[in-house]
C-alpha cells in the first residue's frame, strides 16, 4: 500500500463491476477494433470499436483521456452501436492499455490503419 492509500483508504477501481473471479476475469469475447480516421490536415482521431456493453465506456474515457492527455468521447453510430473516440493518433497506447487493465487480450485487439 502506498502512502495515499493509507491516508484515503483502498484504491477505487472504476472498471472493478465488470469483473468476475475467474481466469480471464473480465475479459470478454469478441474483437475489439481500434482504427485511426484522417480529419483534416495533420489531425487524427482514434476510433474503438467492439467493447462489451457491460463495460461503463464513459469510465473507460475518462482514463483514457487522463492516461493519455487527450480529448475523448463517445458516440452511438448506427451501425456499430457505442464507439469511442480519441483525438490524436492513441492505437499503440490504446491497444497496451485495455490489454493492462485486463478489458481484452492480445489476440483480442485488432489494429487498423496507416
Not at 472493478?16 to 475479459?27: I, L, P, Q, R, Y
Not at 468521447?73 to 497496451?96: A, F, K, M, S, W
Amino acid at each position: 500500500m502506498t502512502t495515499i492509500d493509507k491516508s484515503f483508504g483502498a484504491s477505487f477501481d472504476p472498471f472493478k463491476e465488470a469483473s468476475t473471479d475467474d481466469n480471464n476475469a473480465g475479459v470478454q469475447e469478441n474483437l475489439i477494433h481500434i482504427r485511426i480516421q484522417q480529419r483534416n490536415g495533420r489531425k487524427t482521431l482514434t476510433t474503438v470499436q467492439g467493447i462489451s456493453t457491460d463495460y461503463d465506456l464513459k469510465k473507460i474515457v475518462k482514463a483514457c483521456k487522463k492516461e493519455f492527455a487527450c480529448n475523448g468521447t463517445v458516440v452511438e453510430h448506427p451501425e456499430y452501436g457505442e464507439v469511442i473516440q480519441l483525438q490524436g493518433d492513441q492505437r499503440n497506447r490504446i491497444r497496451d492499455f485495455l490489454r493492462d487493465i485486463g478489458i481484452a487480450r492480445e489476440e483480442q485487439l485488432k489494429v487498423h490503419g496507416f
